[in-house]
């Protein structure tokens, strides 16, 4: 079995997200992140038929590995990691296009009843249930 890739967003690096230094702005890096978890949601259908329940950041950490300038386009990546609690992590990679990874993403999320303000069990049950595609949002399904 061959090793499946995770999902892909290509971003380019914008003059006016640059701090003094003339590299990306430490919280820019976060905003990729977002974009890229948005848009594996909502390629994997994972945004519609959620009814009352919504994906919430509990927890992020970014490695910075290598600088970025402005003009840089990168690859964000972003992959599910399931467990048994109510939580699951989604792990970014920013890579400029001549494979230098620039930094390292993990996030933990769970699932919020929107009325209860209180996280669900079993967060891929929820994601199933809706009808996301789980093979799109987890390289591990």
Not at 102 to 109: F, G, Q, V
Not at 115 to 122: A, G, H, S, T
């Amino acid at each position: 079995m061959t090793e499946r890739e995770p999902f892909r967003t290509r971003i380019k690096v914008r003059h006016y997200e640059l701090d003094t230094l003339g590299h990306l702005n430490h919280a820019v890096y976060h905003s990729y992140g977002e974009v890229s978890r948005l848009e594996l949601l909502e390629a994997a259908g994972a945004l519609k038929g959620l009814g009352n329940v919504a994906s919430v950041l509990l927890e992020t950490n970014v490695v910075f590995r290598r600088e970025l300038r402005a003009g840089d386009e990168v690859d964000v990546t972003c992959d599910v990691k399931f467990g048994t609690g109510k939580t699951f992590k989604m792990d970014s990679t920013i890579t400029k296009l001549d494979g230098t990874v620039a930094a390292e993403i993990s996030c933990t999320l769970g699932m919020m009843d929107l009325e209860l303000r209180k996280l669900v069990p079993n967060p891929r049950g929820v994601f199933e249930a809706a009808g996301a595609d789980l093979r799109m949002l987890s390289t591990s399904e």
